[in-house]
Nanobody
């Protein structure tokens, strides 16, 4: 129905920046919310940032002030601008999309922040 593909991950030094992109394709109708989650080895998947249909945003406490989520509905794309990266940001970052009664996940993109 809907496919999500993340890109933009990579390896950066502490203090560096990355911008992740998530492109939705397929049959898309009323995607209310889009978000980014991350999961590091041995940890649960946690909220990074979320943006709803009205562009209201929510951020995990650990990334507030450093990360910014945005969306371009015409391009069916959600972005995550990550600044001031820390080693503890190292994780696989997953894109999430929500339609009524449906939740979609991307395959994830690896972000590694070196000390």
């Amino acid at each position: 129905q809907v496919q999500l593909v993340e890109s933009g991950g990579g390896v950066v030094q502490t203090g560096g920046s990355l911008r992740l992109s998530c492109v939705a394709s397929g049959t898309i109708f009323r995607v209310y919310d889009m978000g980014w989650y991350r999961q590091a080895p041995g940890n649960q998947r946690e909220l990074v940032a979320f943006i709803n249909r009205g562009d209201s945003t929510n951020y995990g406490d650990s990334v507030k002030g450093r990360f910014t989520i945005s969306r371009d509905n015409a391009k069916n794309t959600v972005y995550l601008q990550m600044n001031s990266l820390k080693p503890e940001d190292t994780a696989v970052y997953y894109c999430k999309g929500v339609q009524p009664g449906r939740v979609y996940w991307g395959q994830g993109t690896q972000v590694t922040v070196s000390s």
